[in-house]
């Protein structure tokens, strides 16, 4: 079973207000099929409310939120699942009392599959990350890293068309922070939909990503390729604070 | 030699039903987080649909009359259909409420369920007797087991692997595991959150329903409070075994009932009295030492 595939996730002057402090302050950004944005600032920009908002689980007041030009401002998390909208966590929250392919499996069961169907689906999906081998390992048993990509691929099983990923790369070290990489990457490609990746490695960011948006303050900063963001004045000041000497050297 | 083999079958049989009961309360609390009190009363409503309602002692069979397979499958039906009911009209309304408020809503079952049987049974203990040709022993490498002991070790291992086999094999038996776990993230994952707490709840029926049995076969008595200690050891047993976790619950569930009856066998005679305040003592200690149970689940805090 496929869904239709969706080709726009629009937030439109989204604002966010947690008992007076503006965690976001009207930032509209789009999300294409095809594309890998990525989502960066300072600690406290509104990076995961963002994320939140788009995913359903934090309601904009005001701003709206369009999949495919229908508002879907309203829908809960569990719709927005549903709609299409994959989201991964910074904990990556996989079910640790089942093996690696049963949590792919779940998700591929939520969507309507059937048991053989969903987990010959969580074997190509496991098999595409490169993860060959222990599908039936147990999850509570896993290295850090690999809870980390195996709660990227539970984010694909549900065939979403949009995949928003929260801090993956945190925490690995620089050869796995590679591989990921190369997984982000491929994910438009070969599963056709959009990612938006909020990430603290730049190395990463710059890596992967065809447009960058920056959040400072919970407004938008800037938004554009990997190569303007980084020579944007504002984005280094804002980025670094007054060290913008070093934010130069660390971009 | 053979007396303790003797007491540790005692051991095994009893553990295994409290495993049972443990099992029970560890699969709603999983999909809910409801500590189900009312999980007694629906052993004590099975036990009860074996007789025709009247205040006598010893009263005419209802269930209890009709040929063995009949009969359990009527007293498994009544206990199943009694949790599901129980379920959409006492916890269903609440389900976004306080754990808390759950709580409450359980105990009220649970009184609703015990009023109700005073009303119709009256609260005198009866006497009832079914599998009686069970009771007696059967010779065994020179021990003497009892039938009934056989029958309830024979019945657990039954359940726990037949549910073993559907939580692990079925498409609902998988979902089921993922919404005990993390019932939030499941429900993002597209698990229907109605069918497996109803599913959740119509096994904690099924096992009610075939505990009652098993009671009453052993004990031929009936009483409205029946089903209260084994929940409350029960409930023990989950928290020993880490609350959420159902692993956790089944050997939670022996080891309430191996101490239960180790301590019933070698406690000197006038301490016996003090055997249920030993297998509490037991519950503090272990929960001294590991406040989160035997086998932990994940429960982290995170931003989402």
């Known amino acids: ?49 963002m994320v939140n908002v788009l995913s359903g689980f934090q309601k904009p007041s005001p701003g709206t939120v369009h999949l495919d030009g229908h508002d879907v401002s309203a829908l809960s998390a569990r719709k927005m699942a549903q709609a299409g909208i994959g989201r991964s966590f910074q904990a990556a929250r996989l079910f640790r009392g089942l093996t690696v392919l049963e949590n792919l499996v779940v998700a591929g069961l939520g969507i309507g599959m059937t048991r053989k169907g969903a987990t010959a689906q969580a074997r190509e999906i496991l098999n595409w990350i490169g993860y060959h081998h222990g599908h039936d390992r147990r999850c509570e048993s896993l290295p850090y890293s690999d809870e980390r990509r195996i709660s990227i691929a539970r984010a694909l099983a549900l065939q979403p068309s949009f995949a928003l990923l929260d801090e993956p790369a945190s925490g690995m070290n620089e050869h796995e922070c590679e591989r990921l990489m190369e997984t982000i990457v491929n994910i438009p490609k070969h599963y056709g939909c959009g990612v938006m990746l909020i990430e603290h490695n730049m190395q990463v960011i710059m ?40 934010a130069g050297a660390v971009i | 030699m053979t007396n303790i083999v003797q007491v540790l079958i005692d051991a095994v049989a009893l553990g295994s039903l409290y495993a049972l009961v443990a099992l029970a309360i560890g699969l709603v609390f999983g999909v809910m987080r409801l500590v189900n009190f009312a999980q007694g009363d629906y052993i004590t409503v099975g036990a009860y649909s074996l007789v025709i309602p009247t205040f006598a002692a010893t009263p005419a069979m209802m269930f209890g009359a009709l040929p063995t397979v009949a009969m359990i499958f009527c007293v498994v039906l009544t206990v199943t259909i009694l949790a599901l009911l129980t379920e959409r009209l006492a916890f269903r309304p609440l389900r976004n409420s306080d754990p808390t408020t759950l709580l409450i809503s359980s105990f009220a079952v649970s009184y609703f369920l015990q009023s109700l049987i005073l009303m119709l049974h009256g609260g005198r203990p009866k006497a009832i007797n079914i599998g009686e040709s069970l009771t007696t022993a059967v010779q065994l490498f020179g021990i003497r087991i009892p039938g009934v002991q056989l029958l309830t070790m024979g019945v657990a291992v039954t359940l726990l692997v037949t549910l073993v086999l559907f939580l692990k094999k079925t498409p609902i038996g998988i979902q089921l595991r993922a919404a005990a776990e993390n019932f939030q993230m499941a429900r993002l994952l597209g698990v229907p959150a109605n069918r497996v707490i109803a599913i959740a709840f119509a096994i904690s029926g099924i096992l009610g329903g075939t505990i009652s049995l098993l009671f009453v076969i052993q004990t031929g008595t009936l009483d409205i409070r029946m089903g209260v200690m084994p929940t409350v050891y029960a409930f023990f047993a ?47 200690l272990i929960l001294l030492v590991r406040p989160q149970g035997l086998i932990v689940t994940s429960a982290a805090k995170e931003r989402v």
């Open chain 2, 238 to 284: 989950t928290v020993i075994g880490g609350i959420g976790s159902l692993p956790g619950a089944v050997v939670g569930g022996y080891i309430v009932g191996i101490v239960s009856v180790l301590l019933q066998s070698y406690l000197p005679e006038e301490m016996r009295a003090f055997r249920d305040a030993g297998v509490f003592t037991l519950v503090i």
């Open chain 1, 1 to 49: 079973m496929t869904k239709s595939r969706k080709e726009k996730l629009e937030a439109n002057d989204i604002h966010v207000d947690f008992g007076g402090i503006k965690a976001l302050n009207g930032v509209t950004l789009t999300l294409n099929a095809g594309d890998i944005l990525g989502l960066i600032g300072p600690n406290g920009a509104g990076k995961t409310t």
């Open chain 1, 207 to 246: 890596g992967v990503c065809h447009r960058i948006h920056v959040l400072d303050g919970g407004r938008s900063l800037a938004e554009g390729t990997p190569e303007q963001v980084k020579k944007d004045p504002n984005v280094l000041r804002a980025y670094l604070g007054d060290r913008s000497s070093r």
